[in-house]
């Protein structure tokens, strides 16, 4: 099968990471996944949340928003309260940083990573928390060269891909036309060490078999670890430490 942008089920859309996208953030990147462009930013405050304080960790956060016009038709500001959508998607961000994150050794500070999504063709979420790891990387890896960090604080790196069922055929990486339209569709979220942080997987039209899932879970495995590779490169090429997986 050829989808509807030419690529075959198994494959990507072309990704792009590019590093210190802003020269004032601590940590930043612009990731682009085919029609899909996310610019992440990392700032370190040096305070934490209430229930952070005296216990000497840090606190990893994220917020997450939509330009008006990164969509079809224009999508409103959120001036006052977030929607449900917008605020799932921060908690995602962040819970997924911070579960490789070890936050013992971030000191009394708060790393806030703003992931803004500039073009919007689907897949916005898991580019987000792809961007956002290496956003924080970069961010960790300044605070190192200063003296502020004496170890790496990550114990391993973190990336997440859509896939779905269209016609009953396994497609990885969903742009936005082939998310609308598919049956069944997860977003899934994996550290290099092969553990999963959060499966997010719903059956739109109809339910789905345990058979399938393993073949979603499976496509989703082999197109997160490219990302990881990805990942890597674009560390390496800015001097941070490479993480290598444990298993």
Known sequence: MIRNDGRRPNELRP?????????HAEGSVLIDMGGTSVLCAVSVENRVPRFALGTGEGWITA???MLPRSTNTRTPRERSANSGRTAEIQRLVGRSLRSVAKLGLLGERTFVVDCDVIKADGGTRTASITGAYVALALALHKLMEDGSLKTFP???AV???SCGLNDDIALLDLNYEEDYSASVDFNVVMTEDGEFVEVQGTGESHPFS???MNELFDL???GIRQLFEMQRAVLAEAGVVSLEPSS
């Open 15 to 23: 990704v792009t990471i590019i590093p210190n996208y802003l020269p």
């Open 210 to 212: 345990r058979d399938a």
């Open 154 to 156: 990550m114990r391993s």
């Open 220 to 222: 989703a495995d082999g």
């Open 159 to 161: 990336a997440a891909i």
């Open 63 to 65: 917020e997450y928003g």
